[in-house]
């Protein structure tokens, strides 16, 4: 059997599972990788400090809801006995219809669509639907906070769109409005994406959507981070303020299980978007998602807005606490973000992949991150860290905790590898108390002294 190279992963890694691919049974490779399992979970959900801006733990019935058998039973087509692919689909079509219908209520607009896998998935749909190929699109360039999803090596790449960078304004973090007319009007773009992955204050989705509507572009809102806050109210409904198109993650603020969401609506795109999802970019879809999808939704209606508002609210504080401590968190004129997200500088101590696997070694998990004053050539070296708040403020922590927070990030950015050991020690101490996943209807609110 050959193996090759350039497949992008570690071969290191490869050839340790190769070998004991080649020697071991399968039950003693079942029992490695269940071995492997268990070690994560102890590793991630007890031992770290996750502070992740694209996770957020799920409840207790959200993941039991993963595990129902519905997840092998076949999908494929749209809801109803005269779409399916395959008999027997009374109940999942029911399932599915509720999913549909939960979602619109929850996003206040008229078609909602959840049947893709990933928040990339989704942005697949809109530019297979209305990005012909070689279309101009306007979006964020990554060092302004913008994702790959919708950039040249995503989705875009594929339909050979030509990239057009929205302006950025530095100070502001936010697209500088007069500059994108300016270049709006020159590209006449089919497409312009508000995409992404460093998130901290709304965008002028109103204004900018009103002046492409002069030449019938398009406005897209990837809401990959946001949809849980605006569903919450948090966050505007991009929807609301005139974006043509939005989709989002069933994951990070949504808190829920892996999913590409997709909402909109004029009736005129449904046959586009729809066909794209079926049958050009799923086949049969996981049902056993779905079932968890509605559960997490009901979450968000029932304690989103509690929720949510904790998120923002800690990662103001985290902030402030790290400003004082003197770390560079961008944002500060602005009061740090509006979103689950900040954005810290860390320049003076090193790029930001150095500082995120310091961190790591406290078990204190980040990830680096683009700031604008790095450049966005392919090989531009980040550095800026990212933190997510969404996972310590569902497992009932507050501003106490945040100032324990900000003492351990601050500690292990300027400890030395010998003092990095007693701190990782230091943080697994601290979590113990914070098993339970609130904001659930397992657990419901955290109890006051934590809200």
């Given at each position: 059997m050959v193996f090759t190279t350039g497949t992008g992963h570690d071969e290191v890694l490869l050839k340790e599972a190769r070998l004991l691919v080649e020697t071991k049974t399968a039950t003693e490779i079942l029992g490695a990788c269940q071995s492997l399992e268990r070690e994560h979970r102890i590793y991630r959900d007890r031992k770290c400090l996750n502070l992740i801006a694209a996770e957020a733990p799920t409840s207790l019935s959200v993941r039991r809801a993963l595990?129902?058998?519905?997840?092998?039973?076949?999908?494929?087509?749209?809801?109803?006995?005269?779409?399916?692919?395959?008999?027997?689909?009374?109940?999942?079509?029911k399932i599915e219809a509720l999913a549909i219908e939960l979602l619109k209520k929850l996003f206040q607009c008229d078609f909602a669509d959840h049947r893709l896998m990933g928040g990339l998935a989704a942005c697949n749909v809109v530019y297979s639907a209305f990005a012909p190929h070689g279309?101009?699109?306007?979006?964020?360039?990554?060092?302004?906070?913008?994702?790959?999803?919708?950039?040249?090596?995503?989705?875009?790449?594929?339909?050979?769109?030509?990239i057009i960078p929205i302006p950025f304004d530095k100070q502001t973090l936010a697209i500088d409005l007069q500059r994108f007319y300016d270049i709006a009007e020159r590209y006449k773009p089919t497409l312009v994406a508000i995409g992404?992955?460093?998130?901290?204050?709304?965008?002028?989705?109103?204004?900018?959507?009103?002046?492409?509507?002069?030449?019938?572009?398009?406005l897209y809102f990837d809401a990959a981070h946001q949809a849980g806050l605006i569903a919450s109210g948090l966050y505007p409904n991009p929807l609301g303020e005139g974006a043509d198109i939005m989709t989002g993650s069933g994951g990070k603020t949504f808190s829920g299980p892996?999913?590409?969401?997709?909402f909109w609506n004029n009736p005129t795109f449904s046959e586009a978007i729809t066909h794209t999802i079926f049958p050009v970019l799923t086949g049969s879809h996981q049902i056993n998602r779905v079932y968890a999808l509605i559960i997490s939704t009901l979450e968000l209606m029932e304690f989103g807005r509690a929720y949510l508002s904790n998120v923002v609210e800690n990662a103001r504080?985290?902030?402030?606490?790290?400003?004082?401590?003197g770390l560079k968190v961008l944002g500060k004129e602005k009061g740090y973000t509006q979103t689950h997200q900040l954005l810290i500088d860390v320049s003076r101590f090193g790029d930001g992949i150095e500082i995120a696997r310091k961190l790591e070694k406290a078990n204190i998990i980040v990830n680096k991150m683009l700031i604008p004053d790095d450049s966005d050539t392919q090989d531009a070296v980040p550095h800026g860290i990212r933190l997510g708040l969404c996972e310590v403020t569902r497992r009932g922590m507050r501003f106490q905790q945040m100032e324990q927070i900000?003492?351990?990030?601050?500690?292990?950015?300027?400890?030395?590898?010998?003092?990095?050991?007693?701190?990782?020690?230091?943080?697994?101490?601290?979590?113990?108390?914070?098993?339970?996943?609130?904001?659930?209807?397992?657990?419901?609110?955290?109890?006051?002294?934590?809200?």
């Open positions: 595990s129902s058998p519905l997840g092998y039973r076949a999908s494929g087509g749209h809801i109803g006995p005269d779409s399916r692919c395959f008999q027997g689909s009374f109940y999942i079509d279309a101009r699109v306007m979006s964020l360039s990554q060092s302004s906070g913008g994702d790959s999803s919708n950039l040249k090596n995503g989705p875009p790449g594929l339909r050979n769109a030509q992404e992955t460093a998130t901290l204050f709304p965008q002028p989705v109103k204004e900018m959507s009103q002046f492409i509507k002069r030449w019938n572009g398009k892996q999913s590409g969401l997709i504080y985290l902030a402030r606490q790290l400003c004082t401590a900000a003492d351990f990030i601050t500690d292990a950015i300027l400890k030395d590898e010998e003092g990095i050991e007693t701190l990782k020690q230091e943080v697994v101490k601290f979590l113990k108390p914070y098993d339970k996943i609130y904001y659930s209807f397992e657990e419901k609110l955290p109890p006051q002294g934590s809200s």
